[in-house]
């Protein structure tokens, strides 16, 4: 997947659609590398999340462990 893609997948989603998949990758993140990547790259993005560029980062450098 392109981590470009990461910033538009989401758009075609309705709302509640949208939320729930924002839950599980919340929750995906907890273990899972990539999704604390993408879920970082949401908050410096500011597009699906309220923007947090502290809690971006430190997901981003966190997925690179």
Same mark, same amino acid.
């Given at each position: 997947?392109?981590?470009s893609?990461?910033?538009?997948e ?8 949208r939320?729930? =998949? ?6 995906? =993140?907890?273990k ?20 947090? =560029? ?11 462990r």
């Open positions: 997947v392109s981590q893609r990461y910033f538009t989401l758009d075609s989603l309705d709302n509640n659609t939320e729930l =998949a924002l839950d599980i990758l919340k929750r995906g =993140a907890e899972n590398s990539e999704c604390k990547y993408i879920l970082g790259k949401y908050y410096l993005d500011g597009k699906y999340l309220e923007k947090n =560029a502290k809690k971006g980062n430190k997901l981003i450098k966190e997925s690179k």
